[in-house]
């Protein structure tokens, strides 16, 4: 299991905001385990603090603000991107500023300072957003669309929609947060020309600059448009580079860098989750609005999904222990895959199997990556629904029980060695002539791993003696 993370010693960084304009001197210090990201205000009376949590999401016009009783942090995404992709779940940042520093409009400077004074592991372990079903949302007034696809990796896929031949459509995506630092973190905040003087009118980008931001030319406007443009947001000069597609000579590190930055801002908005996220995410003209929308209804959804978790007390004595399987049971080393019983109703039945790495068959499936195969998932919950059908008759020993029928097989997760797996089952019909038809499923941490239906007969093929 993954380990909470934060970092070695405090790093300082200066600059200004990007909408504000404004002198920023912030610190990000390390913090103790499940204390999460958090915002402190240093410039306002009593320090208020503001929890990165989407909870707190206050605006999302051109960047994301958190706000806690009427205390702002504006402009989160390109740390929180750094920080979630670092693996980093624990730090106080302190400003003394209401906007943190653009810096160059990326995340490159937050994700080199980091590595440069490096990474704690912690004592606790990490907690994920995992979800057991897909979920989609989408915005009717621009069309724009974001999904999640239930998965045990984080992956993102970004696809950029622009109605002008500057932009057009842009594709980027990122199947390792390994490969954010090469492929990611230096690609910068940009804007359309078209847009700027709309938002330099509405008081923001007072900080930007062509340092810090990537203006892409799609309109045209000729030298006395860039003379008043410049005017306006305080500029000694504004030109066209020799491409017609950037203000001044800002050359593009990649063709798709556009699509790669608001896989970044992506990134960071979901971080707002305050938890790391395993799963596929599918966004189609992502922006702040969109993606932190689906960050609360992400949040719900777990929230909904924990509250619907079967909760199992392991810690109790067995209602029969592996001994006692034994008794009931035909199967032996290595075949037999349940190691306790806690509970027995008229109707259902709760099982665990202890998965450790000394099982035979994660030999070969597979050497260096060891999963526990489905068919033996199905295996130990059938011997589960068996102990089940034989404690409904006497002398259970003299009984077997034989597969007739299995459906609706579904696996939700990986079973690795350390994982230990509660099988709940339940009678779909009562039992007849033998015949035992029961449902269930298969919880590791009180995630589902797997769920199926089930259909055996009791059959007795020996006598006592």
Known sequence: MSKQKTISSPIKFNGFGLHTGKSVNMTIEPAEVNHGIQFLREDLDNAPIIPAKVDYVSETQRSTTIEK????????????????????????????SEELPILDGSAKEYVSSINKIGIVEQEETKSYVSLNSSIAHKDEKNGAEI???????????????????????????????????????????????????????AGLIKGGDIDNAIVMVDKKIDTAGLKNLAKLLDKQELEIDIKGNT????????????????????????????????????????????????????????K?????????????????????IEN????????????????????????????????PY??????????????????????????FSLSKVEDPHLYSTYFMKIDNVKFKRKVIPGDTIVFDLKLISPIRRG?????????????VCIEADMLAQVVKDREEK
């Not at 009427?70 to 302190?94: F, M, R, W």
């Not at 109707?347 to 199997?353: A, F, T």
């Not at 050497?367 to 068919?375: D, E, I, L, Y």
């Not at 015949?435 to 995630?447: A, D, E, R, T, W």
């Open 362 to 387: 994660f030999v070969g499936h597979f050497p260096g990556n060891p999963v526990m195969p489905g068919v033996l998932q199905i295996e130990a919950m059938a011997q589960t629904g068996g102990v």
């Open 247 to 302: 203000l001044n000579n800002c050359e593009l590190k990649y063709l798709n860098e556009p699509a790669r930055h608001k896989l970044l801002d992506l990134i960071g908005d979901l971080a707002l989750l305050g938890k790391p996220l395993k799963g596929h995410i599918i966004a189609k003209k992502p922006g702040h609005k969109l993606n932190t929308s689906f960050a609360i209804i992400l949040n719900k959804a777990m």
């Open 435 to 447: 015949l035992v038809h029961m449902g269930g499923k298969g919880y590791v941490n009180g995630q």
């Open 147 to 201: 999904l999640y696809i239930p998965s045990e990796d984080f992956k993102l896929s970004v696809v950029l929609d622009y109605d002008n031949e500057v932009l057009g459509t842009q594709y980027a995506e990122l199947r390792d947060l390994k490969d954010y630092g090469k492929e990611i973190a230096d690609c910068k905040t940009f804007v359309l020309l078209s847009e700027l003087e709309q938002l330099a009118k």
């Open 304 to 324: 909904e999904q924990e509250k619907s978790k079967p909760m199992y007390d392991l810690t109790k004595e067995p209602l029969y222990d592996i001994n006692d």
């Open 328 to 359: 009931m049971l035909p199967h032996r080393y290595p075949f037999l895959l349940i190691d306790k019983i806690m509970e027995i109703t008229d109707d259902g039945i709760i099982g665990v199997k202890n998965v450790t790495k000394n099982e």
């Open 69 to 96: 009783n009427g205390n702002k942090v504006v402009t989160v995404e390109h740390l929180l991107s750094a920080c979630y992709a670092l693996g980093i779940d624990n730090l106080l940042v302190k400003l003394n």
